[in-house]
């Protein structure tokens, strides 16, 4: 017979087209921030907003009953890992944490990373992946059947981290398009930067990288920057950028990514920012940091209601929350 002559089942031309649910994003890995248009980051914003009231109003709800969250960090994390298992909790769902020292589960007896996957994934609906190889995150995925988010691959990207940044500039300063964003300090290796600043391509936003020549921000992502046309300068001095700025974004310089120690000595107090610094920059803009500081921001400064920062950190387990709901199919 003709295949020609055979009748098609369906018109694919006039099926109504598919209404995702979650936005697109249930089953899905979330591995990088280039999955997220300006329509999935609104989607997320909404469903963030609908978890803090949530929150506000009745602590939890059954949302993720049944459902289980696998936590692997092989490094550390205070945020990351506790706002995902806030997130899970406050949505009725159980955790198996393995975040306060891998060594201790068969990862120190010399289990692959696939194996590990294979074998979280016999028990759990969804697994959150900190790793420090670049590229690990999306590994994981390959071999998992459940979806695996990216809770940072070494100096690669933190896509979680870029949706709450974005969320909390939004938040504080109610728009994003118009804003002028300096961002501070390890911009080499802080992969909150990088995951941020790709964020930010989809907006009308002027960007002012502030570093030392040694970590400046990767070339890669500078063209990146470039092919999208935004207003973009470098310096080593924030006192260039802090009288103009709507958003300093401060990051810590990333010891564990150094091999030679002699140049993390050299950098790594270049910067901080004090109640003087302070005094130069607008009444409206705010400090953010994805934290944790060892130094960058003076401690006097917390008390400025311009300092955002722990306000961002709470904003994390809003978005976590939605991702986690979308993810799981329960928009
Ligand atoms: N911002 C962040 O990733 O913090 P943790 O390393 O504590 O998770």
Do not use: W
């Not at 914003?45 to 936590?71: I, P, Q, S, T, Y």
């Not at 092989?74 to 769902?93: C, D, K, V, W």
């Not at 391509?201 to 992502?221: A, D, N, W």
């Not at 302070?278 to 003076?298: N, T």
């Amino acid at each position: 017979m003709l295949l020609e002559k055979i009748k098609p089942l369906f018109d694919f031309e006039t099926l109504p087209k598919p209404v995702y649910i979650g936005n697109g994003l249930t089953h899905q890995d979330i591995i990088s921030v280039s999955q997220f248009d300006t329509a999935r980051l609104d989607y997320i914003f909404a469903r963030a907003h609908e978890m803090r009231e949530m929150v506000e109003r009745v602590g939890a709800v059954d949302l993720l009953k049944g459902r289980v969250l696998a936590c692997l960090f092989y490094e550390p994390s205070t945020r990351t890992s506790a706002s995902f298992i806030a997130a899970m909790e406050r949505l009725g769902g159980a955790v198996i944490p393995i975040t306060q020292g891998v060594q201790f589960s068969s990862v120190s007896k010399g289990e692959t990373l696939a194996d590990t996957i294979r074998t979280l994934e016999q028990y759990a609906d969804v697994i959150v992946l900190r790793h420090p190889e670049i590229g690990s995150a999306q590994v994981a995925a390959d071999y998992a059947n459940v979806p695996v988010i990216n809770a940072g691959d070494g100096a690669g990207e933190h896509p979680t981290q870029a949706l709450l940044d974005l969320f909390t500039i939004k938040e504080e300063l109610g728009r994003l398009d118009g804003l002028k964003i300096a961002m501070v300090g390890d911009l080499r290796y802080g992969r909150t930067v990088h995951s941020l600043t790709r964020l930010l391509l989809q907006y009308k936003v002027s960007l002012r990288f502030v570093s030392p020549e040694i970590l400046r921000l990767p070339l890669t992502l500078m063209n990146e920057v470039i092919d999208a046309r935004l207003d973009v300068r470098e310096t080593h001095d924030v006192a260039d950028v802090i009288e103009n700025a709507d958003v300093l974004y401060v990051t810590r310089v990333q010891k564990e990514r150094f091999t030679d120690l002699a140049q993390y000595e050299e950098v790594k107090d270049q910067y901080e920012i004090t109640p003087e610094l302070m005094a130069k920059a607008k009444s409206k803009m705010i400090v953010m940091h994805p934290l944790p500081r060892v130094g960058e921001i003076h401690y006097a400064v917390d008390a400025d209601p311009r300092a955002a920062y722990f306000r961002q950190v709470k904003n994390g387990m809003y978005i976590r929350m939605a991702l986690l709901a979308a993810v799981l199919g329960k928009a």
